[in-house]
């Protein structure tokens, strides 16, 4: 009998560390969000490989490239996606496609029922438990309601440029496909880049103006700064408000080596590992 063949959304669901390890690689250390590994593309002596165990997705900083497990096999095989969906298909046997999650996550494809104004009981007290103004959440996010195999949820979206959702309430997280940056372009001479949506929102209540006369970048993930470069120089000035760990280092280092007009802001919440746990004290 042949082989089903994986579809793409299945395929990017094919657990990393899995995927590497068929292909010969193992990580050097391992936490219960993520993993590192010797870069799989060059030789090296620290590891500067991760893969987010939450997102499934992972980051070389050696080069700052990233993606989802197509895009890896792609990369390791110099193969096309077709020959790399061929190959999973032929390597799933062993795989599991329920990533290990920090967070409760469906399975399956979610689809988006409704969008609209953030009003439900609900969200509006998981808001205020982060400290987040409705008003300023309303500005960027919406109420998201999906389902997923029959069973009806909500949360807190933010809309990234390719049409997908990072959605978020006290209880899960997790994005629908496709997954990128989100890109608020109000045509302003400034950038702030931060990573994650509540980064964002919490950065409206730090900041003395908030985000007044800024574009913003929300990355989703880290894994997109080569997605942004392309724009960046159009700035007069990047403001930087990445987390204050490994990742958010790294990629602080790499944004600001590549242009003098960057900074790194994080001192508004030192000794915090991001804004909102500032926000929260």
């Given at each position: 009998m042949k082989k089903e063949i994986l579809n793409c959304e299945k395929a990017r669901s094919v657990c990393l560390v899995q995927t590497l390890a068929k292909l010969g690689h193992f990580p050097?250390?391992?936490?219960?969000?993520?993993?590192?590994?010797?870069s799989p593309f060059r030789s090296e002596t620290q590891a500067s490989f991760?893969?987010?165990?939450?997102?499934?997705?992972?980051?070389?900083?050696?080069?700052?490239?990233?993606?989802?497990?197509?895009?890896?096999?792609?990369?390791?095989?110099?193969?096309s996606i077709k020959e790399a969906l061929v190959f999973l298909s032929?390597?799933?046997?062993?795989?599991?496609?329920?990533?290990?999650?920090?967070?409760?996550?469906?399975?399956?494809?979610?689809?988006?029922?409704?969008?609209?104004?953030?009003?439900?009981?609900?969200?509006?007290?998981?808001?205020?438990?982060?400290?987040?103004p409705i008003s300023f959440a309303k500005r960027y996010c919406k109420e998201v309601w999906y389902s997923n195999k029959g069973k009806t949820f909500f949360a807190i979206g933010l809309?990234?440029?390719?049409?997908?959702?990072?959605?978020?309430?006290?209880?899960?997280?997790?994005?629908?496909?496709?997954?990128?940056?989100?890109?608020?372009?109000?045509?302003h001479q400034n950038l702030i880049i931060v990573e994650g949506m509540f980064d964002l929102l919490s950065l409206e209540v730090l900041l003395k103006?908030?985000?007044?006369?800024?574009?913003?970048?929300?990355?989703?993930?880290?894994?997109?700064?080569?997605?942004?470069?392309?724009?960046?120089?159009?700035?007069?000035?990047?403001?930087?408000?990445l987390d204050n760990d490994s990742t958010g280092g790294k990629a602080t280092e790499y944004l600001m080596k590549s242009n003098s007009n960057f900074v790194d802001c994080r001192g508004v919440y030192e000794g915090c590992k991001d804004a909102n746990e500032k926000l929260v004290l």
């Open positions: 050097n250390r391992k936490s219960e969000k993520e993993a590192w590994f010797l991760k893969v987010s165990l939450r997102d499934n997705y992972w980051i070389d900083f050696g080069t700052f490239e990233g993606g989802n497990t197509i895009d890896l096999v792609v990369k390791l095989n110099q193969c032929n390597e799933t046997s062993g795989f599991s496609f329920q990533q290990q999650r920090i967070f409760k996550k469906e399975t399956g494809k979610l689809e988006i029922q409704k969008v609209q104004t953030i009003q439900h009981q609900a969200l509006l007290i998981y808001l205020k438990s982060r400290k987040i809309k990234n440029q390719l049409g997908g959702w990072e959605l978020r309430n006290k209880y899960y997280k997790t994005s629908t496909s496709p997954k990128t940056y989100s890109y608020f372009n109000n045509g103006e908030g985000l007044k006369n800024n574009d913003v970048v929300v990355l989703n993930s880290v894994a997109f700064i080569k997605c942004i470069v392309s724009f960046l120089g159009n700035y007069k000035s990047v403001k930087l408000y």
